[in-house]
């Protein structure tokens, strides 16, 4: 299909975001036998802080988390400390949540019944009503270390260009397509660019190439038809992937921005990333990172002997 054969997209402003944060963190047991993966702590925060950090510094206003059995510690988190206040809750009274009532920005809602990552993302449709939003799962941490975060680069390419989606992507090894969404492209795979076919979990023989969805995307709220549309896929779930394949089928434009060269994804969703994850952010710790990298340096020695 050419370009202008396209559906028409609106190019709203986009202002809400959708936290899905209600799957089961089983390759996480027993960490997560009773508590949410969401709130396993790396470094200071638990990962839950850093996605809401990261949508509130990317400019937008309102969020909705999707929560589910087990996770109300999620809820908790965002509470104040009895009798105290913004000022003086030591965990919320960094710049990004001062002067900011979350009671009228930071909503929940629960999945009651285990059904699928496009499941969970219908779950804002209410919320969300009829304009674009962003959906960053709340177990994965972006850390853009320089330059203009990535969702709001997602955001400003969406805009620009009037997709009805706009994913996040970064090139995996062939061994590890079989773990994420992987896109067609139609030509070039530079910085932004457009894409005819999207897979859920492929072989290796079938990835259509070797760049992986990296957990944030844009949407037009016509994904919510298109989620309404599908039936159960990869694992007897409705995924996420399969309503932007319709997307595609449909004739509406899908693209992707690939994270920056120094960016990082840190996935706490199995112990080998987040165990990563936590080390990286112990050691950018201001107070406590250079002692922890001085002992890091002592035990690699040591083991290596
Ligand atoms: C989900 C999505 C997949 C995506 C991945 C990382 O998979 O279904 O398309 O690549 O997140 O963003 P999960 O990690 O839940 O299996």
């Excluded at 986009?14 to 209600?22: D, G, L, Q, R, S």
């Excluded at 702590?41 to 988390?65: H, S």
């Excluded at 930071?106 to 449709?125: E, K, P, T």
Aim: charged share 25%; proline share 7%.
């Amino acid at each position: 299909m050419h370009a202008s054969e396209h559906r028409n997209v609106q190019h709203a402003p986009v202002t809400k975001a959708v936290i899905p944060a209600a799957g089961r963190g089983t390759r996480l047991r027993p960490a997560t036998k009773s508590q949410p993966k969401e709130m396993l702590p790396v470094g200071r925060k638990p990962t839950i802080q850093y996605v809401v950090e990261e949508l509130f510094t990317a400019g937008l206003e309102d969020i909705i988390i999707i929560t589910g059995w087990y996770k109300r510690a999620i809820e908790d988190h965002f509470d104040l400390n009895h009798g105290a206040d913004l000022e003086t809750e030591p965990f919320l009274s960094n710049d990004v949540f001062r002067g900011r009532d979350l009671n009228r920005h930071l909503f929940y809602v629960r999945q009651r019944r285990q059904a699928g990552l496009a499941d969970a993302v219908l779950h804002g449709s209410a919320f969300v009503g009829k304009e674009p939003f962003v959906v960053a799962l709340g177990d994965t941490i972006i850390y853009t270390p320089q330059g203009v975060p990535l969702v709001k680069r997602l955001i400003e390419a969406h805009r620009a260009i009037g997709a009805a989606a706009t994913i996040a992507v970064e090139p995996v090894r062939p061994e590890e397509v079989k773990k994420y969404g992987i896109v067609a492209p139609k030509a070039e795979t530079e910085g932004v660019f457009e894409i005819v076919d999207i897979i859920e979990k492929p072989s290796p023989q079938e990835a259509p190439s070797h760049f992986a969805v990296a957990s944030r995307y844009v949407f037009e709220a016509v994904i919510f038809d298109m989620i309404r549309r599908i039936g159960p896929g990869v694992g007897g779930e409705l995924q996420l992937t399969d309503a932007i394949r319709l997307l595609l089928r449909e004739g509406y434009p899908v693209w992707c921005v690939r994270l920056a060269p120094d960016e990082i994804r840190y996935d706490i969703g199995n112990f080998v990333t987040y165990y990563r994850a936590f080390i990286d952010m112990a050691l950018r710790d201001p107070e406590v990172g250079p002692k922890i990298g001085a002992y890091l340096r002592t035990v690699v020695t040591t083991s290596e002997r």
